[in-house]
């Protein structure tokens, strides 16, 4: 794929992510603090990260986060663990379709849905419950099990709301004339 396109696209997905968390989320707040976001803007990020590549996804993920911070909607100060975070959403699902989900992608079918969801909940796990529940603590000075047992229920339900936006979105992603950046990108590699 051209890189003005992977760019194109990328800017789209960055622009999409903004919105989603600066506009469309909400925050419940524990004992006074923001420990919980309820909102969409890392399916774009995610998605970047499988129709482009781990690399592209990692900077929509970190530009999407710098730019939101530039805006500020949620009063929220800045802080660089969140922009890890953010980066490593668009990585971590990326990686693991192409490197440890690959022997289950088909050339036919592209990627399964249960592929899709498993690198989904791979990361819920690893960044939105291990390092932003993390992150939340050195913020706030809070010990971690009292913020992240509130967000194990948040985290579950972002699992699920994502996997099934993400898969859905993808499976769409297929008919259209983005298709051409999806496809090679996740079977290129599936039978080496």
């Known amino acids: 794929m051209k890189s003005t396109r992977k760019l194109a696209v990328c800017a789209v997905m960055c ?4 919105v989603f ?12 603090l923001p420990v919980i976001r309820i909102g969409f803007g890392s399916i774009p990020i995610i998605i970047a990260g499988i129709v482009c590549g781990p690399l592209w996804g990692g ?20 802080f660089p663990g969140f922009t890890l975070s953010a980066a490593l959403t668009g990585v971590i699902p990326a990686v693991a379709l192409r490197y440890c989900l690959r022997p289950h992608l088909s050339r036919r079918r592209g990627i399964p849905t249960l592929c899709v969801c498993a690198s989904v909940v791979i990361n819920e796990i690893l960044v939105s419950f291990a390092l932003n529940t993390t992150w939340l603590c050195i913020l706030y000075g809070q010990g971690w099990i009292v913020l992240g047992m509130p967000r194990i229920i948040s985290v579950v339900c972002m699992m699920l709301i994502n996997s099934l936006f993400t898969s859905i979105i993808l499976r769409a992603l297929v008919h259209l004339p983005i298709a051409e950046l999806y496809n090679p990108y996740t079977v290129r590699n599936a039978h080496h």
């Open 21 to 32: 968390t600066r506009l469309l989320s909400f925050q419940i707040p524990i004992a006074g």
């Open 15 to 18: 622009a999409i992510s903004v």
């Open 59 to 78: 900077v929509v993920g970190a530009v999407a986060d710098l730019f939101g911070c530039l805006l500020n909607l949620m009063g929220t100060a800045f």
